[in-house]
């Protein structure tokens, strides 16, 4: 592998624009539910929704991207154009953020000041809860994440033509720090962005629970795409074989981890039954939300466990596409199950009216697809194939073996 | 990071110094076993972990005559050093699973030269540990009313509570690391069998190796056994300390009712269990100089994972604080307050600075390849793990809700003894591990040498 090999161009430009045009529709109907009164707070719901799974993808991405830097392993190799180019979106996932910062105080009952004043439980958190130092922090995550993506992004493509080793252990050294600086960061944006829908609630379980959903969103992605991919390019013909049984062996690790860390919370809070913590999950079992929470534990983690330990499945690239795809749509469902429900107060959340079910689809069709053209648009920049990497002769092996 | 000094002529990253054979590396570790003369050294360890094993029975024999009101557990501190002890020693196994199971799985190379006495580490942790909930039961040889099984007293366990969880939680995980051990060591058995020139060493290796002859259906019953116990042995790393996490989190009590345990739960046993592999495995190689196969590049990756457990259980102790706060609840408050300023605050900080502080030298390379400061480090890990123990049981139990049930709380003499003797019972196995048994597997270094490597194309295999 000394030399790039050639990589013939998928047709990718006309997947963009189907997933552009279907995107503007979703933000259309958004942007007409606004004109309502009654349907105006649920797309602010729904565009937080749809935020946390585009950014979600786009971490975790960063996430899979550094932990592959920092432990090895040949499944980087294929995996790694892919979860780079969903890691430059970033700045288009900073820009979803930003009508949301506009809106805070019809979200959050902390940002609302007549609210703070009637609740002395909302004054004491004001410290930590409150608009300016909510922006402050926001942009502090934003700058963290975007020049982590930057860096990376740029040092790989340095590597594809400097062919420098030196530029990989430049990598390696980042993302030491880089995970570090992640996991701080996306805890305290869990609880500004999610958590504190809720003032009243806390977990110290949320962040860890929140990132993991972030890391299997951004790996299930990646793994579907690839596999997408394959039909088209060369680097299809290194999902082979061990590569790709090993990319569904990480899947079932990462779906094992984010169930051991939910059932976790829920066991903790249902046998302490404690009343400031109970009622989060009370909200969550009420009218149709309890049977999104038996999806999730359904699809989310029964079905892909179960279908994930058999090797036959690792090893074709259609099933393993499908359980990767169940995945992410279920991130999505578990994201709705996260927030919505959080609107308690207002009795619509439980049951909201068909209008308000029809924007919250708009809003993660609309936002998701125009993330998805981005995205498609950042994979067409550079060849599959990293030109020069380490583990590239480990990937070609692996593909070949256990033929 | 190629600019690494090494002191011999290994090269960072190799887990074998070059220039060995089959042979050679089969003296090496065989004849640490079957050397004539034991060494002083390992008379000196040996006798000190001996004596020590003697403060444990005289211990145990004093709790049985008089009962545990010889500890200084009475309320409202009911779970003293013996729930630490356990705790503590249950997370030191964890790094044998660990190295054993999962960098199996993960096709690590370089757990080879460390999982054979990391295993062992691991079954005298846990016997160690089983030892305190034995004997806090007060009448230890009523033991069996834990489990459920048919009697005239209408006895049947309370399956609500973790603690019945933890009986079969630990009793599978003692189970399943003495099998993977055993099992990994049957070829070992049988080259030292063959290599005995004394009848008496051909009869007691020979039964252990349970008729090995190396023939290629051995070898491949023997593959899939070793790789089905390392599944089964996978789950076990994770689900252990989880319920021991859930022995405390399950319950309302504030500092014990919280959801992030049962993960930081488990990091912090990865941590001192490696931390305790390290504080073995560097006098170790010192002592009967393996430098050759536990190279100084196994102690950088031992290090790295140290850091990284580490900083899960820093994260661990700063969402706790910050939740805390976060939550506005007066108890969950106070018992912050009370960590911070309460009469303990001395082993919060102190766990501060052994958990946190110190390990972060680990981020410098130079560190992870000096041996003694690692060394050092690996004991103030050990320490601050034991700390962190204290803190959780004793500053949450010794003020709960009711200010007029405060009280406070400190181990007796015999809670000492007690805790002194089974690191004797723990250290006198050691010894006699090394002494009897090959604390390398001989057979998988061998795996890892280039004439070798016609077995790579295989291991790739499921």
């Known amino acids: ?403 | 990071m190629a600019q690494a000094p090494s002191q011999s002529e290994l090269q960072e990253g190799q887990i074998i110094a070059p220039g060995h054979s089959f042979g050679t590396i089969t003296d090496k570790i065989g004849s640490i076993v079957q050397a004539r003369r034991t060494p002083k050294r390992w008379w000196t360890g040996f006798l000190i972990g001996f004596t020590l094993m003697m403060l444990l029975f005289l211990t145990i024999g004093n709790l049985l005559a008089r009962g545990i009101g010889i500890w200084g557990n009475n309320a409202p501190v009911g779970w003293g050093f013996d729930i630490v002890n356990f705790v503590w020693w249950i997370g030191i196994g964890h790094a044998g699973t660990l190295i054993s199971a999962i960098l199996l799985l993960l096709r690590q190379r370089w757990r080879t030269s460390i999982n054979r006495f990391a295993e062992a580490m691991t079954l005298f942790a846990v016997a160690c540990a089983g030892l305190y909930p034995l004997f806090h039961m007060g009448r230890p040889w009523f033991f069996y009313w834990l489990l459920p099984y048919p009697n005239t007293m209408e006895l049947w366990p309370q399956w609500r509570s973790p603690l019945i969880w933890d009986v079969f939680a630990v009793t599978t995980y003692a189970t399943v690391s003495l099998l993977f051990w055993f099992i990994g060591l049957i070829p070992d058995m049988a080259t030292l069998r063959d290599r005995s020139k004394w009848w008496i060493g051909r009869v007691f290796y020979g039964i252990l190796a349970m008729g090995w002859r190396g023939s290629a259906v051995h070898w491949h019953r023997y593959e899939t056994a070793y790789l089905l116990l390392a599944g089964l042995a996978t789950p076990l790393v994770v689900s252990v300390h989880t319920v021991v996490s859930f022995d405390f989190a399950v319950s309302i009590v504030p500092g014990w009712h919280v959801t992030i345990f049962p993960p930081y739960f488990v990091a912090g046993a990865i941590y001192s269990g490696f931390a305790m592999v390290l504080t073995l495995a560097i006098p170790l190689r010192k002592m009967y100089k393996l430098e050759d196969f536990i190279t100084d590049t196994h102690l950088d990756y031992m290090a790295r994972i140290m850091l990284t457990t580490g900083l899960m259980v820093a994260y661990g102790y700063g969402i706790e604080l910050f939740m805390a706060w976060y939550s506005g609840n007066v108890y969950e408050k106070g018992l912050i307050a009370n960590r911070l300023i309460g009469p303990y605050r001395w082993f919060f900080y102190a766990l501060i600075a052994c958990n946190v502080v110190a390990p972060q030298l680990l981020w410098f390379k130079k560190v992870r390849y000096s041996p003694w400061t690692l060394f050092v480090l690996s004991l103030i890990v050990n320490l601050g793990m034991w700390l962190e123990r204290y803190v959780i049981i004793v500053v949450s139990l010794h003020r709960d809700y009711l200010p007029s049930s405060w009280g406070m709380y400190s181990g007796t003499g015999w809670d000492w003894s007690m805790y002194l003797g089974t690191i004797g019972l723990f250290f006198a196995c050691l010894f006699l591990f090394i002494r009897f048994l090959p604390v390398i597997s001989i057979f998988e270094m061998r795996t890892l040498l280039p004439e070798a490597h016609v077995h790579t194309e295989k291991e790739a295999k499921p």
């Open chain 1, 1 to 403: 592998m000394s030399t790039a090999p050639v990589v013939e161009q998928p047709n990718l430009p006309r997947w963009q624009s189907i997933a552009l045009l279907v995107g503007a529709i979703g933000i259309a109907i958004c942007l007409a539910g606004l004109a309502f009164e009654t349907t105006r707070v649920h797309v602010f719901r729904a565009w937080l929704v749809g935020f946390c799974l585009t950014v979600g993808i786009a971490l975790g991405s960063l996430v899979v991207l550094m932990l592959q830097y920092l432990t090895g392993g040949d499944w980087g190799f294929i995996l790694r154009r892919p979860l780079e180019a969903a890691t430059s979106t970033m700045p288009l996932v900073t820009l979803f953020y930003l009508p949301l910062a506009l809106v805070l105080s019809s979200l959050y009952e902390w940002a609302d000041p007549a609210k703070v004043e009637a609740d002395p439980h909302l004054q004491h958190k004001a410290l930590y809860l409150n608009v300016p130092f909510a922006w402050i922090r926001a942009g502090i995550y934003f700058a963290i994440w975007n020049l982590l993506a930057f860096l990376l992004n740029r040092w790989s493509r340095q590597q594809d033509t400097a062919r420098d080793m030196a530029i990989h252990k430049r990598c390696e050294a980042l993302s030491a720090p880089g995970m570090v600086l992640y996991v701080l960061t996306i805890t305290f944006a869990s609880v500004d962005w999610v958590m504190s829908l809720e003032p009243e609630w806390f977990s110290t379980m949320y962040g860890a629970m929140f990132g993991m959903g972030q890391v299997l969103s951004g790996f299930a992605f990646a793994v579907a795409m690839l596999v997408l991919l394959s039909r088209r390019l060369e680097v299809g013909q290194l999902t082979g074989g061990n590569n790709l049984r090993d990319l569904g062996s990480l899947l079932l690790a990462f779906v094992m981890v984010w169930a051991y860390l939910s059932f976790s919370q829920f066991l903790l809070i249902y046998s302490g039954n404690l009343p400031e913590e109970v009622p989060w999950y009370i909200y969550r079992f009420e009218g149709g939300w309890k049977y999104l929470g038996l999806m999730l534990v359904i699809f989310h983690f029964a079905l892909p466990f179960v279908l994930l330990l058999s090797t036959n499945v690792k090893r074709n690239r259609a099933m393993l596409a499908s359980v990767a795809l169940l995945v992410l749509l279920m991130r999505a469902v578990d994201l709705l199950w996260l927030i919505v429900p959080a609107f308690h107060h207002n009795s619509e959340a439980v049951n909201p009216p068909l209008g308000a079910r029809l924007i919250y689809v708009a809003a993660l069709v609309g936002m998701g697809g125009i993330w998805f053209a981005y995205f498609l648009m950042q994979l067409q920049r550079w060849p599959l194939a990293p030109a020069f990497n380490p583990y590239a002769e480990g990937a070609v092996h692996g593909a070949v073996a256990g033929h």
